[in-house]
């Protein structure tokens, strides 16, 4: 038994070839039977990631292929975000109590002597720098976690901070010879720190837009 395509009325014949009820060309739409199984169509299979970590959201077709896919990634989660944090709450908390003056001369100058030479406002400067690190420490972290979950801000993330790293170092150059008249912008160690955050920015925004499918969490 079959129906009109057009009004649904009974075709009692499969060879008839218009409906009774409206003339329509037949094009019947065989019933199926309540008997009739239905087989769902498979799934489209979702497989773990062998080199990123079980990632339940990549699909097979959707998985790129990288030769070594995994080494920077693992170095920036295992270790290069993490060990950067350490080091920018370590320099954070010398900078907020006065002890890098110590550090940088091996004990040789002390901080009262430097903000007694410079004035309070190198120790404002110092202590507004300090803090500042210490949130880049913080966001590091949290730069980091969102990474390693694969969520959708990772890689936008760790540009950010190591923009803002680039940026917290030219600003401080440029405060401290507002402050004291000393000219660090051209120092060898500050540049080096430049180019090497801007360096982090372009390989890690390269990096992550050819593998922005992994990260859809």
Known sequence: MSFCSKCGAQIESANQQFCPNCGEKNQVQPTVSNDTPVINPAPTPIINQPVFGNNPYINQAAQPAFKHPMKWFKFLIYFALIFGAII????????????I???QTNGQVSAETVYGTFGTGLKVLDIIYGFLLIAISAFGIYTECRLAKY????????TILYA???GLTIFYDIALLAVTGLNQLTSGTNIFSIVFSVGFVL?????????KELFVK
């Not at 920018?88 to 002890?99: A, L």
């Open 101 to 103: 003056y110590f550090v």
């Open 164 to 166: 803002v790293a680039a």
């Open 88 to 99: 920018n709450f370590i320099f954070g908390m010398n900078y907020i109590t006065g002890g």
């Open 203 to 211: 390989i890690n925004y390269n990096y992550f837009k050819k593998r």
């Open 151 to 158: 969520k959708s801000n990772g890689p936008l993330c760790i």
